[in-house]
């Protein structure tokens, strides 16, 4: 299941309706705390839940999404965080507001059997007004039930998944999260997306599908991904695992199973079949003893067989795709380590244009303009190994023309025989996955 995340916002509320929804917030988070204290006693489900409507006031479904939002936390959890209760403990906030700033989340998931979400739904008002009724078991009034404070969702997801929002078939949860300072509350709507390719088949005339590949690119702690077809790449990105170095057993089996769900859900949303590199991590030698020690545990066996058990993945040689990868890093302002998983890509779609663009010495020629960590793809000075995303630093030593070469600031790269398509796919204009993966 490939889920989006959506922020919105509550723009115009009243104060009588901002009353009831504070009162909702006290409720839930008393009801989530209750439920984490019943759930250290090993009280059964079922009951944690009939008594969250007994001791809180909240309807079932409330209560349902207050013990789910607490059932995978870990145990000694300090609700509101533990740096907001040393600030109690030292005096420099006051009870009140350690109160009000502790209850500060809402969860309602939506449900596909009542069109949406029945405790928070989205509604559209006018042409570009739209509103959120919440449900707020509050009061016995019926005519007071509900609030309708007005809410905005910025245009460019509004028009690709508004419908989604609207159509009463796609169920969504919302997230409702107050501001520590008390100037508004912040929405996330989680929806659920139907798989690549799904809706055009229906309308269109059946056409042969393009083969696509989803490579992996398998680390200490993290899996990078390509998915692409012979002649672009369509998505990059990175399934984070660092758990796996430090885990015993039993929980290394958990996350691994875990990841490999993430991959199948992204496969299967772009309609590709799952490749893996084989990897010789016993021939890893290296003057670090902790690189040694990182390396070594990787599972990436255990890893294989979950995918291809899971997926039906296939293990294939990645030899030099990270050579290639190092070589394009700087071209195109990605990630090592996602230019390495999109010359995997290229090397099973197309393993004669990976030996040309391998051999290729054009792309050694390349001036190192962008550093070898991935950022935005502006012209600016080789960082520092290591380094994370940092602000822009424009290189004074570039003329206006040097940095109108291309698309995005980078020169074209001739006589590759048909790949330059590929390449520029690469580039930073290329839309990454922004999205939730469940």
């Keep these: 299941m490939l889920k989006l995340t959506i922020p919105a916002t509550i723009t115009k509320i009243n104060q009588k309706d901002q009353a009831q929804l504070e009162e909702l917030f006290r409720q839930f988070g008393n009801a989530r705390r209750r439920a984490y204290t019943l759930k250290q006693r090993e009280t059964p489900k079922a009951e944690i839940e009939r008594l969250l409507q007994e001791q809180t006031g909240l309807n079932f479904r409330y209560a349902k999404d207050a013990h789910h939002s607490i059932e995978n936390l ?33 969860i309602s998931r939506g449900d596909k059997t009542k069109k949406g979400n029945l405790n928070t739904r989205i509604t559209k008002e006018g042409e570009n007004k739209f509103t959120l009724r919440i449900n707020t078991p509050t009061t016995d009034q019926p005519s007071e039930r509900y609030i309708y404070p007005e809410i905005f969702i910025p245009e460019k997801y509004l028009k690709r998944y508004q419908h989604l929002l609207l159509n009463g078939k796609s169920p969504y949860t919302i997230t409702l999260k107050r501001r520590d300072d008390d100037r508004g509350y912040d929405m996330r709507i989680i929806v659920e997306l139907p798989p690549a390719g799904k809706e055009e088949a229906v309308e269109q005339s059946p056409k042969p599908k393009p083969e696509r590949v989803m490579t992996l690119d398998v680390n200490a702690g993290h899996v990078d991904f390509a998915v692409a077809e012979k002649n672009r790449v369509l998505a990059l990105g990175k399934i984070n ?63 294989g067989s979950i995918l291809e058990a899971k997926c039906g993945a296939v293990e294939r040689s990645e030899a030099y795709t990270t050579k290639l990868g190092l070589k394009l890093s700087p071209r195109v302002g990605r990630d090592v380590h996602k230019c390495a998983a999109a010359a995997f890509a290229l090397k099973v779609l197309d393993y004669e ?6 051999s290729s010495s054009l792309l050694d020629e390349i001036p190192h303009g962008v550093a070898s960590n991935e950022g935005f793809g502006s012209l600016r000075r080789r960082l520092s190994v290591g380094s994370g995303l940092t602000a822009l630093h424009q290189d004074q030593s570039l003329v206006h023309d040097e940095a109108a070469l291309g698309s995005g600031g980078y020169s074209e790269i001739p006589g590759i025989r048909g790949l330059s398509s590929f390449v520029e796919s690469l580039k930073t204009n290329l839309p990454c996955l922004h999205v939730k993966i469940c």
């Design 74 to 106: 870990p145990p000694h959890v300090t609700f509101g965080g533990l740096k907001l209760q040393r600030l109690r403990e030292q005096g420099k906030i006051s009870a009140e507001e350690y109160k009000k700033r502790r209850n500060s989340l809402i």
């Design 241 to 303: 695992c660092h758990e796996v170095q430090y885990a015993s057993t039993s929980k290394t089996n958990n996350l691994l199973h875990k990841t490999a769900s993430k991959v199948r859900n992204i496969a299967e949303h772009y309609c590709a079949r799952v490749v893996y590199g084989r990897l010789f991590t016993h021939r890893f030698r290296s003057k670090h003893n902790r690189a040694n020690r990182k390396v070594k545990r990787i599972p990436h066996r255990k890893l």
């Design 353 to 358: 244009g990976f030996k040309t663009l391998s």
